[in-house]
């Protein structure tokens, strides 16, 4: 007669069902986020500048006082511009506090008294600029500008003027990876100088640091 050790008998009572894969603790809400959301959310915004430097070309169209007898017409050139902003982001928005310099120059000619001259333009910027680069980190960013601005125009023959006055714009970065961009920028601005009124259009090249 064959008996099984009793030992044999207990184990095999006492045996517990292994736990299949799918008993497995489930995944916590936090962790599915995390894994459903962009790769610029979980590791970083790629567009994350404290400061960037812009350079370009702004064509002007201006209208201000001329100070000549009879009718006379404006011949603006190009404006080249530098822009310098100091960013601070919380989540998708950023402030900045910006610093620009622009240079242009402009010929006069009057019809009525035959006489024409050159002007040489520069504005000085100070002012706030808004920006949103969004949940998903996109490859354009927009932003928003205002502040106060300084004119000087040295003029070869009515004169030389210098004012204060105000801008306001703004513009869309489209990222060329993480550090260049491509920016095409409005503005509009007023100021003393001449009674000047101004509609800038521009593109910058934009470098973040």
Do not use: C, K
């Not at 000549?68 to 404006?79: I, K, N, R, T």
């Not at 024409?116 to 932003?143: M, V």
């Amino acid at each position: 007669m064959f008996l099984a050790p009793a030992p044999l008998f207990l184990t095999l009572a006492s045996a517990t069902e292994p736990d299949p894969a799918w008993r497995a603790e489930p995944v916590s809400l936090v962790n599915r986020l995390a894994v459903a959301a962009p790769q610029e959310r979980r590791y970083g915004y790629a567009w994350n500048p404290s400061w960037t430097l812009a350079v370009g070309v702004y064509q002007t169209d201006s209208s201000f006082d001329t100070f000549l007898a009879g009718p006379s017409e404006v011949e603006e050139d190009q404006a080249y511009a530098v822009d310098v902003t100091l960013y601070n982001w919380e989540g998708e928005r950023g402030m900045g506090l910006e610093f620009g310099l622009a240079r242009s120059t402009a010929t006069v000619e009057s019809a009525g008294v035959g006489t024409d001259y050159d002007i040489e333009s520069y504005r000085a910027t100070l002012g706030i600029r808004l920006a949103d680069r969004g949940p998903d980190d996109p490859i354009w960013i927009p932003h928003a500008r205002a502040g106060v601005s300084y004119r000087h125009d040295d003029s070869s023959g009515a004169g030389d003027a210098d004012g204060f006055g105000w801008y306001l714009g703004g513009g869309i970065d489209f990222r060329l990876g993480s550090r260049f961009a491509l920016t095409p920028s409005v503005l509009y601005g007023e100021n003393q100088a001449n009674n000047t009124t101004e509609w800038m259009f521009g593109l910058l090249a934009t470098v973040v640091f």
